[in-house]
Protein backbone atom coordinates (compact mmCIF):
# COMPACT_ATOMS: atom_id res chain seq x y z
CA UNK A 1 0.00 0.00 0.00
CA UNK A 2 1.30 3.34 -1.11
CA UNK A 3 2.31 6.04 1.87
CA UNK A 4 -0.06 8.88 1.89
CA UNK A 5 0.71 12.46 1.01
CA UNK A 6 -0.22 15.89 2.21
CA UNK A 7 -0.38 18.13 -0.69
CA UNK A 8 -2.68 20.90 -1.82
CA UNK A 9 -3.94 19.37 -4.80
CA UNK A 10 -6.03 21.66 -7.04
CA UNK A 11 -8.97 20.98 -8.81
CA UNK A 12 -9.31 22.09 -12.43
CA UNK A 13 -12.18 20.91 -14.35
CA UNK A 14 -11.78 21.06 -18.27
CA UNK A 15 -15.02 21.07 -20.50
CA UNK A 16 -14.13 17.78 -22.58
CA UNK A 17 -16.54 16.28 -25.20
CA UNK A 18 -15.96 12.34 -24.41
CA UNK A 19 -17.89 10.40 -26.75
CA UNK A 20 -20.62 7.83 -26.07
CA UNK A 21 -20.88 4.39 -28.16
CA UNK A 22 -24.27 2.53 -28.89
CA UNK A 23 -25.32 -0.69 -30.92
CA UNK A 24 -27.95 -2.97 -31.10
CA UNK A 25 -26.94 -6.49 -29.91
CA UNK A 26 -29.94 -8.26 -31.14
CA UNK A 27 -28.52 -10.62 -33.27
CA UNK A 28 -25.99 -11.91 -30.50
CA UNK A 29 -28.89 -14.41 -29.17
CA UNK A 30 -26.73 -16.76 -27.62
CA UNK A 31 -24.54 -13.88 -25.80
CA UNK A 32 -28.53 -12.05 -24.89
CA UNK A 33 -30.23 -15.49 -23.80
CA UNK A 34 -27.17 -16.47 -21.18
CA UNK A 35 -27.13 -13.89 -19.59
CA UNK A 36 -30.99 -13.35 -19.48
CA UNK A 37 -30.19 -16.43 -17.87
CA UNK A 38 -27.60 -15.80 -15.35
CA UNK A 39 -29.58 -12.70 -13.69
CA UNK A 40 -32.16 -15.46 -12.49
CA UNK A 41 -29.81 -17.91 -11.63
CA UNK A 42 -28.02 -15.21 -9.49
CA UNK A 43 -31.01 -13.61 -8.01
CA UNK A 44 -31.51 -17.41 -6.68
CA UNK A 45 -27.59 -18.30 -5.91
CA UNK A 46 -26.48 -14.68 -4.31
CA UNK A 47 -30.38 -13.05 -3.20
CA UNK A 48 -29.34 -10.06 -1.45
CA UNK A 49 -28.89 -7.11 -3.48
CA UNK A 50 -25.37 -5.64 -3.38
CA UNK A 51 -25.16 -2.41 -1.44
CA UNK A 52 -24.06 0.61 -3.97
CA UNK A 53 -25.03 3.33 -5.73
CA UNK A 54 -27.48 1.34 -7.72
CA UNK A 55 -30.62 1.47 -5.83
CA UNK A 56 -32.91 -0.95 -7.50
CA UNK A 57 -34.98 -3.92 -6.36
CA UNK A 58 -31.92 -6.14 -7.46
CA UNK A 59 -28.12 -5.67 -7.91
CA UNK A 60 -26.06 -9.01 -8.23
CA UNK A 61 -22.58 -8.90 -6.76
CA UNK A 62 -19.46 -6.98 -9.05
CA UNK A 63 -17.84 -10.35 -9.70
CA UNK A 64 -21.10 -11.58 -11.28
CA UNK A 65 -19.23 -13.26 -14.23
CA UNK A 66 -16.95 -15.20 -11.78
CA UNK A 67 -20.20 -16.19 -10.50
CA UNK A 68 -21.97 -17.27 -13.30
CA UNK A 69 -20.29 -18.39 -16.05
CA UNK A 70 -23.66 -17.52 -18.74
CA UNK A 71 -22.47 -14.10 -18.57
CA UNK A 72 -18.83 -15.00 -19.98
CA UNK A 73 -19.95 -15.23 -23.83
CA UNK A 74 -21.51 -11.59 -23.06
CA UNK A 75 -18.13 -10.08 -21.39
CA UNK A 76 -15.99 -11.91 -24.25
CA UNK A 77 -18.73 -10.16 -26.81
CA UNK A 78 -18.41 -6.14 -25.24
CA UNK A 79 -14.67 -6.70 -25.11
CA UNK A 80 -14.53 -7.41 -28.98
CA UNK A 81 -16.55 -4.62 -29.13
CA UNK A 82 -14.73 -2.30 -26.68
CA UNK A 83 -11.64 -3.52 -29.44
CA UNK A 84 -13.54 -1.95 -31.95
CA UNK A 85 -14.39 1.20 -30.93
CA UNK A 86 -10.63 1.99 -30.24
CA UNK A 87 -10.12 1.02 -33.53
CA UNK A 88 -12.19 2.64 -35.81
CA UNK A 89 -13.64 5.93 -33.56
CA UNK A 90 -10.44 6.14 -30.63
CA UNK A 91 -7.70 6.03 -33.88
CA UNK A 92 -6.04 3.09 -31.63
CA UNK A 93 -5.41 -0.33 -32.71
CA UNK A 94 -4.75 -2.08 -29.07
CA UNK A 95 -3.51 -5.33 -30.76
CA UNK A 96 -1.11 -3.49 -32.79
CA UNK A 97 0.25 -1.63 -29.71
CA UNK A 98 -0.24 -5.17 -27.75
CA UNK A 99 -2.79 -3.73 -25.26
CA UNK A 100 -5.67 -6.32 -24.57
CA UNK A 101 -8.73 -5.61 -22.59
CA UNK A 102 -10.18 -7.86 -19.42
CA UNK A 103 -13.58 -7.62 -17.70
CA UNK A 104 -13.07 -6.71 -14.36
CA UNK A 105 -16.53 -6.12 -12.76
CA UNK A 106 -19.44 -7.46 -13.94
CA UNK A 107 -23.00 -7.31 -12.43
CA UNK A 108 -26.59 -7.41 -13.18
CA UNK A 109 -28.84 -4.95 -11.96
CA UNK A 110 -33.15 -4.95 -12.01
CA UNK A 111 -35.15 -2.15 -11.85
CA UNK A 112 -38.57 -1.60 -10.66
CA UNK A 113 -40.32 1.33 -10.51
CA UNK A 114 -38.94 4.36 -8.93
CA UNK A 115 -35.58 1.83 -8.45
CA UNK A 116 -32.56 4.36 -9.49
CA UNK A 117 -29.07 5.07 -9.59
CA UNK A 118 -27.41 8.14 -8.34
CA UNK A 119 -24.99 10.28 -9.87
CA UNK A 120 -21.46 8.34 -9.99
CA UNK A 121 -18.77 6.97 -12.39
CA UNK A 122 -16.47 3.97 -12.71
CA UNK A 123 -13.10 5.19 -13.02
CA UNK A 124 -10.46 3.99 -12.96
CA UNK A 125 -12.14 1.96 -15.79
CA UNK A 126 -11.46 2.51 -19.01
CA UNK A 127 -14.35 1.48 -20.42
CA UNK A 128 -18.24 0.67 -18.75
CA UNK A 129 -20.93 -0.70 -20.56
CA UNK A 130 -24.74 -1.02 -20.17
CA UNK A 131 -26.31 -4.05 -21.68
CA UNK A 132 -30.06 -3.57 -21.88
CA UNK A 133 -31.71 -6.98 -21.65
CA UNK A 134 -35.19 -5.64 -20.43
CA UNK A 135 -36.54 -1.94 -21.39
CA UNK A 136 -40.02 -1.67 -21.11
CA UNK A 137 -41.68 1.41 -22.65
CA UNK A 138 -41.06 4.82 -20.42
CA UNK A 139 -38.09 3.19 -18.65
CA UNK A 140 -35.69 5.59 -17.37
CA UNK A 141 -32.88 6.55 -19.64
CA UNK A 142 -29.25 6.82 -18.51
CA UNK A 143 -27.97 10.42 -18.10
CA UNK A 144 -24.73 11.20 -19.06
CA UNK A 145 -22.55 14.29 -17.20
CA UNK A 146 -26.41 15.57 -16.46
CA UNK A 147 -26.80 16.93 -20.19
CA UNK A 148 -27.12 14.03 -22.80
CA UNK A 149 -29.96 11.26 -22.37
CA UNK A 150 -29.96 7.78 -23.60
CA UNK A 151 -33.07 5.87 -23.60
CA UNK A 152 -32.72 2.01 -23.53
CA UNK A 153 -33.79 -0.21 -25.95
CA UNK A 154 -33.90 -4.18 -25.41
CA UNK A 155 -30.84 -5.63 -26.18
CA UNK A 156 -28.65 -2.44 -26.60
CA UNK A 157 -25.49 -1.70 -25.60
CA UNK A 158 -24.03 1.47 -24.42
CA UNK A 159 -20.21 1.66 -23.93
CA UNK A 160 -18.40 5.09 -23.02
CA UNK A 161 -15.64 5.56 -20.33
CA UNK A 162 -15.23 5.14 -16.80
CA UNK A 163 -14.31 8.50 -15.96
CA UNK A 164 -17.60 9.95 -17.23
CA UNK A 165 -20.58 11.37 -14.76
CA UNK A 166 -23.73 9.35 -15.09
CA UNK A 167 -26.78 8.19 -13.31
CA UNK A 168 -30.72 6.78 -13.51
CA UNK A 169 -33.14 8.47 -12.73
CA UNK A 170 -36.18 7.11 -10.83
CA UNK A 171 -37.71 5.02 -13.63
CA UNK A 172 -41.49 4.35 -14.54
CA UNK A 173 -41.16 0.39 -15.70
CA UNK A 174 -38.92 -2.36 -15.59
CA UNK A 175 -35.56 -2.61 -16.78
CA UNK A 176 -32.97 -5.53 -16.25
CA UNK A 177 -29.11 -4.76 -17.47
CA UNK A 178 -25.57 -6.04 -17.36
CA UNK A 179 -22.84 -3.81 -16.69
CA UNK A 180 -19.62 -3.89 -17.01
CA UNK A 181 -16.32 -2.39 -16.31
CA UNK A 182 -13.33 -2.90 -18.97
CA UNK A 183 -9.92 -2.56 -18.42
CA UNK A 184 -6.47 -2.34 -20.26
CA UNK A 185 -3.60 -4.68 -19.92
CA UNK A 186 -0.31 -4.69 -21.20
CA UNK A 187 0.25 -8.27 -23.54
CA UNK A 188 3.80 -10.03 -23.48
CA UNK A 189 4.75 -9.81 -27.27
CA UNK A 190 4.78 -13.18 -28.53
CA UNK A 191 8.32 -14.83 -29.43
CA UNK A 192 8.95 -15.78 -32.92
Known amino acids: MSPRISLNIKKIDIPLILPIFC ?3 SSHVQ ?18 PMASNVQATYSS ?43 ADCWCSVYEKADQTVPHNHFPADFSAVVYLEAEPNCAPIIF ?24 PPTNSRRVIVATNIFKYPMVPAKG
Do not use: W
Not at 36 to 43: C, K, P, S, T
Not at 66 to 87: D, G, I, M, W, Y
Open 31 to 48: EISAAREAVDELRISHPD
Open 145 to 168: ANSIMVQPVKNSLVLFPGILNHHV
Open 23 to 25: CDL
Open 61 to 103: PYKSHLLNNKLTPLTQLLEKVAHQVSREHLTCDLEKINVGLFT
